[in-house]
């Protein structure tokens, strides 16, 4: 991530709001729960299919990069985030399992390597906002990767009904149970700017008796499905997979997700 905007500088909040599916509680929403069990399992998947370490850019405060250690599994994770390093390492720690943690900008880091395979989980490629940017990212992990290794990442497919709302206007994102304040409800107004391609996004937070106790402002870049294969080629990539969601399920129009494995379509350059 270029910056650590507001959802990652409260590393007990992001877990809140981004937890695992064993810290979900018992009567939270069904659906979320089955989406981040199947992104669980999807990376899981990917990372005992390759051969060699693995290397997580962007993994917040180790979600996906502590069950996959805990797997038996060597992974690196990385992110720009202080706060969030440093909650991967207790979470690590407390989980009993050895994992380097590293901050590292993912448009430009050295963590030697070759890595069989680097995931870019959950959006994280579009907080990276010009092409610059995201082509400077891919190069990067070029480089970093073992020949016939992969990149493996996952992007959302935007419903673009959502571009037209109005940016005045609140609408529900998602509740959750927050260890202190007990339910919590999120809401969002959003803008979109076409030109640039970025949704600037504005969440609420409310609890009762707290209304709007926390307003967190990000923004994503949009990138489209088209586009992304033209950036990924121009990057030295193919598209081995695209799926529309976690259990790969075939992409079409509809998918709520760009799931995507790439492999290596030119040589790599790690001198330059």
């Known amino acids: 991530m270029t910056v650590e905007c507001g959802l990652y500088s409260d590393p007990e909040l992001y877990d809140s709001l981004f937890p695992n599916a064993g810290a979900m509680p ?18 899981l998947e990917q990372a005992r299919e390759s051969v060699g370490r693995v290397l997580e850019l962007a993994c917040g405060s180790g979600r996906l990069t502590i069950p996959i250690a805990q797997s038996g ?31 590292a900008d993912m448009r430009n880091f050295n963590l030697g390597g070759p890595f069989a395979a680097i995931f870019i989980p959950g959006n ?37 009904s959502r571009f037209v709302h109005d940016p005045s206007q609140r609408f529900p994102v998602m509740r959750l149970n927050h260890p202190e304040l007990g339910e919590v409800a999120i809401e969002e107004t959003a803008r979109y700017d076409a030109a640039a ?29 088209q586009e992304l294969r033209l950036l990924l080629e121009a990057t030295g990539f193919r598209v081995e ?3 529309g969601e976690f259990t790969c399920v075939p992409f079409e129009s509809s998918s709520p997700r760009q799931v995507c494995v790439c492999g290596a379509s030119t040589p790599s350059r790690r001198g330059r």
Not at 90 to 95: G, M, R, S
Not at 125 to 153: N, S, Y
Not at 215 to 221: K, M, S, W
């Open 26 to 43: 018992p009567a939270s929403d069904d659906a979320r729960r089955e989406r981040i069990i199947a992104s669980e399992r999807f990376y």
């Open 124 to 160: 994280s490629l579009l907080h990276l906002m010009t092409i610059e940017d995201l082509k400077q990212c891919l190069e990067c992990v070029r480089r970093h990767l073992a020949p016939g290794g992969r990149l493996v990442f996952d992007i959302s497919q935007w419903d673009l």
């Open 241 to 243: 997979k695209l799926y």
């Open 197 to 225: 391609q970025v949704r600037e996004i504005t969440w609420y937070l409310s609890a009762q008796g707290a209304p709007d106790f926390r307003v967190i402002e990000y923004r994503l870049r949009v990138i489209f499905p």
């Open 73 to 103: 599994i060597d992974i690196i994770g990385a992110d720009l985030s202080h706060s969030m390093i440093e909650r991967a390492r207790a979470k690590a720690v407390a989980a009993g399992v050895r994992v380097q943690f590293v901050e």
